[in-house]
């Protein structure tokens, strides 16, 4: 099954992450940070990415360097629970989401690392 997000522009798909995080007061590079943090993009990279018209599922597919310790993001995210998901590329997305739901609850990068690592 391939779902429409995977589809959409990384861009589109990446600035309401950042929006939601900043609706909490938090900043568009508290979102890279983590983002960085999950898939090895480097903050610097993730900002040009908003120019390009890479898909959000080629986002993830393409990721540089995976941090192997994601495998410890476990929980639920939009009632799913993201180790149950048989789809890898989802469970990487959903683990995203949960970063951000981290950082727009107020967590700092230290704090997320730290619970994961």
Known sequence: MT?????????????????????????????????SWLTGYSTEAIATLFESDLTYGDFF???PNYNPNRIN?????????????EDPLMQEIRRLDKLVDWVAKGKTFKQIKDKYE
């Open 73 to 85: 993001i476990t929980g639920k995210i939009c009632g799913v629970q993201i180790e149950t998901l």
């Open 3 to 35: 779902h429409r997000i995977y589809n959409m522009t990384f861009a589109s798909v990446y600035r309401a992450l950042v929006a939601k995080a900043e609706r909490k007061g938090r900043t568009a590079q508290d979102v890279h940070e983590v983002t």
């Open 61 to 63: 597919r393409q990721a």
